[in-house]
């Protein structure tokens, strides 16, 4: 079961533990959801949402210094 | 599965922890833009006839800051034009400058660029590659309002809008309280107004949308623009404060927004007692309104000439 992980041009094939959703993503390579934007499947969505295998989630960041 | 306040849809692309409103992609793009246009007639930001130009650096702020504008423009409300400022910071400045070339033609509106070396012959990677005095943020503010200033009267604008956000604005009320430039936040506000004719009336319509908003309104909206951080942000104090802001935030959602709220209240009062009545007069040097024998651009720029001579 895995999901891919896109920031910046880095993209890369990560294993999903059961349950994850877009906020443990986020703790686990420390950006804070107040820096940042995330689309799962090319649609916009909240920390909250939960991943499932074959996902795409994109974290973009729209606040550097901060 | 959470559903949007305000429609009903289930797809929710942001929850307001702080007023409780989850919305959906639509009903976020549609609240940003009336909010934005609601405080452009509550502060009197805009009058009709105004030219606006607008600040465009191909920022999410000031992109978002000229597709709100272009509604009044397109309906005929406003005239508008745009000014990028290239300040020579090679590998960062160029996407923008770029991108704000892309969305001027494709709204059809008057664009120019204009850069540090043609105005003060010098690029800001020159400035801190010198030995300069003050911090890169400092220089670059002085110039850039400088040549926004010029090009504003250069163009016939009666205001100049920029992107400034919450964040950007509770960040300057707390740096310049903590630094105690009291005198400095008697000039904060949604408008700023010189008594100089020669200086442009300022307006900030983003002034209460915090600054993940606006990311969120640019790639909700699909608008292009410019992510990267400046590289010389990571040293300034601004950025030291936007910090601690940020962090106090995460457990006290609505500190900005009570930050500008009192800062609001007690501006009369700070005006009252701190405002400074300058006289203005022209700067020797360039002709721009000066408070002193010479405008802070000039002086700046004769201090970056002697370190010159002097290595």
Sequence with gaps: MKYTLIIGDVKESKDIKKGITINHILEEIDLPLETVVVKKNGRIVIEEEEISHGDVIEIIRVIYGG | ?311
């Design chain 2, 1 to 311: 599965m959470k559903t949007c306040t305000k429609c009903g849809v289930n797809e929710v692309i942001i929850e307001k922890k702080h007023s409780g409103q989850r919305l959906c992609k639509d009903c976020f793009i549609q609240g940003t833009q009336q909010k934005v246009l609601k405080d452009i007639r509550h502060y009197k930001l805009i009058d009709k006839g105004d030219k606006v130009m607008v600040a465009l650096s191909g920022g999410k702020d000031s992109v978002m800051v000229l597709d709100i504008l272009n509604f009044l423009y397109e309906k005929n409300i406003i005239d508008m034009s745009t000014v990028t400022i290239d300040e020579g910071i090679k590998g960062y400045r160029e996407d923008g400058v770029k991108i704000a070339k892309t969305h001027a033609k494709r709204l059809g509106i008057e664009h120019t660029v204009v850069n540090f070396k043609d105005s003060f012959d010098t690029t800001l990677d020159d400035i801190m590659a010198s030995n300069s005095q003050r911090g890169a943020c400092t220089y670059c503010g002085v110039f850039r309002r400088w040549i926004l200033n010029r090009e504003a009267r250069k163009i016939g604008a009666s205001k100049i809008a920029t992107g400034h956000n919450l964040d950007d604005e509770t960040q300057a009320i707390l740096m310049n309280y903590l630094e105690g430039n009291i005198e400095n936040l008697t000039r904060i506000g949604p408008k700023t107004i010189s008594r100089s004719e020669m200086f442009t009336v300022k307006i900030k319509p983003l002034r209460e949308i915090p600054e993940r908003e606006v990311g969120l309104y640019v790639i909700a909206r699909e608008l292009e623009v410019h992510l990267a951080g400046c590289p010389y942000s990571s040293d300034s104090f601004r950025g030291e404060v936007g910090q601690f802001i940020k962090q106090l935030s995460r457990n006290h959602p609505t500190i900005m927004y009570s930050t500008l709220r009192g800062f609001d209240k007690l501006k009369p009062a700070i005006k009252y007692e701190f405002a400074r009545e300058f006289n203005m007069g022209e700067c020797i040097s360039c002709g721009e309104p000066a408070a002193h024998e010479m405008c802070r651009a000039c002086i700046f720029s004769n201090e970056l000439d002697q370190n010159k001579r002097s290595l």
